[in-house]
């Protein structure tokens, strides 16, 4: 695999004193240029299971899934046709306007208000197809054609982020309370976009699979892949999807122990909304029999008058389905934190900075390629409610950095010798 990425950004801030004012005026532009290209699963992928060499035709206990192999009856045979290349591009804007309002000498309010556009990602050298879901049917499209969105999806422009601060001192008491709030737009994963690229016409992602212990695929070898003929997946983003933002909520309150020492509690909370999660649609029922003909969906269809490259051979314009991933923005998360801080500037020789956090975080998806190696799709398809559970859920987190200088060294020979020039 081989990528690179250029970023063409630009930026400029405007502050502004008057009164008890300070205004801050900014905004910013940014150009992503990012070709990549690889092979992935170019050669084929084969799964063996047991079932077919049991005694019985059940969990007997017998059969090998070396001896399946041997046979040559994989359970699932998977292959993409095709070069996932690509020359992404997509542009970001964001502008902000900021009051910083000194009330009383003791009371300051932040006010800000943000607003943020990104463009979906495009391809200059290839056409990415999607996908139009309805409970009766599903709609395959190229993007860009017959009025369908280039990217995908279609661009959210009323992303009006608002900022909410106050301080409050209480000189007497040596306190200084903190409170606020505010909502954060979250971008589109580009990894998870990418996964598009893996829809005919580009690349044909074709997966059989077989029953558990009546072998259908009799073969490691695949046909010819053919538009309208060739089983393949999908991958496809709702192109209707809302944005995923975030509401962010903190408060503390900090106590001055000395001239040198402040120690503050506060708490943070989080709430994720319409945040993206994978939805595998056609997924059969558990049941007896073959998997394909049992799927919510077994085709899908590609409107009458859509071009498609000459490189690839078309008998239909309905496409035989298997596995569909759908990336659509229902999922919600929560995260509740408190947090204890010690700080201490450079005093007497020592300077500290303690943390000590306790939080508990949840979700009803975890993310694409979780830090926690937790799965992405779900557990139950048809369930998407019971999903909600711990999600990179760290409970305990300490952390101290402290700096402490040994005056006795001064004096010792071989210090001077080391620091010396």
Not at 220 to 229: L, S
Request: glycine share 8%.
């Amino acid at each position: 695999m081989q990528s690179w990425d250029t970023i063409v950004e630009g930026r400029d801030t405007l502050s502004w004193q008057h009164g008890h004012h300070s205004l801050r005026v900014g905004g910013a532009y940014r150009r992503f240029i990012w070709p990549m290209w690889a092979y992935v699963l170019s050669r084929g992928y084969y799964q063996f299971t047991s079932g077919y060499t049991t005694r019985t035709a059940t969990n007997d206990g017998t059969g090998s899934a070396l001896a399946s192999m041997e046979l040559g009856l994989p359970a699932v045979r998977q292959r993409q046709v095709g070069s996932p290349r690509m020359n992404l591009r997509q542009w970001y804007a964001d502008a902000y306007v900021q009051d910083t309002w000194r009330i009383t000498p003791t009371t300051t309010l932040n006010l800000g208000l943000r607003y943020e556009f990104m463009s979906p990602l495009t391809d200059v050298s290839n056409q990415w197809a999607g996908l139009f879901v309805t409970p009766e049917k599903l709609t395959a499209y190229i993007g860009g054609q017959m009025g369908t969105p280039k990217g995908l999806f279609y661009p959210n422009k009323l992303k009006f982020a608002p900022r909410l601060g106050i301080a409050q001192q209480i000189p007497r008491f040596g306190l200084v309370v903190r409170a606020g709030y505010g909502i954060f737009y979250t971008p589109v994963d580009m990894n998870t976009w990418c996964n598009n690229l893996h829809n005919v016409p580009i690349i044909f992602p074709e997966t059989n699979q077989s029953d558990a212990f009546t072998p259908s695929i009799k073969t490691f070898d695949f046909a010819a892949p053919v538009v309208g003929r060739t089983v393949t997946s999908f991958t496809a983003f709702d192109p209707f999807q809302a944005p995923q933002y975030v509401h962010q909520l903190s408060a503390s309150i900090e106590k001055s122990l000395g001239q040198a020492t402040t120690l503050e509690i506060g708490y943070q909370g989080d709430r994720g909304f319409r945040l993206q999660r994978a939805h595998l649609i056609n997924n059969a029922l558990p049941g007896s029999g073959l998997i394909q003909p049992r799927r919510p969906y077994g085709s899908a269809t590609v409107p009458q008058g859509t071009v498609f490259p000459d490189s690839v051979t078309v008998v239909s314009n309905t496409i035989p389905v298997s596995t569909v991933v759908w990336l659509e923005n229902t999922a919600r998360s929560w995260y509740d934190a408190g947090y204890v801080n010690l700080r201490r500037r450079y005093s007497g020789g020592l300077s500290l900075l303690a943390n000590y956090t306790y939080a508990k975080n949840l979700s009803d998806a975890p993310d694409f390629r979780s830090p926690k190696f937790e799965a992405a799709i779900p557990q139950n398809n048809q369930d998407l409610n019971s999903e909600k559970g711990p999600s990179c859920d760290i409970r305990h987190r300490f952390a101290l950095s402290a700096v402490y200088d040994v005056h006795m060294l001064v004096r010792w020979n071989w210090s001077r010798a080391v620091s010396r020039n």
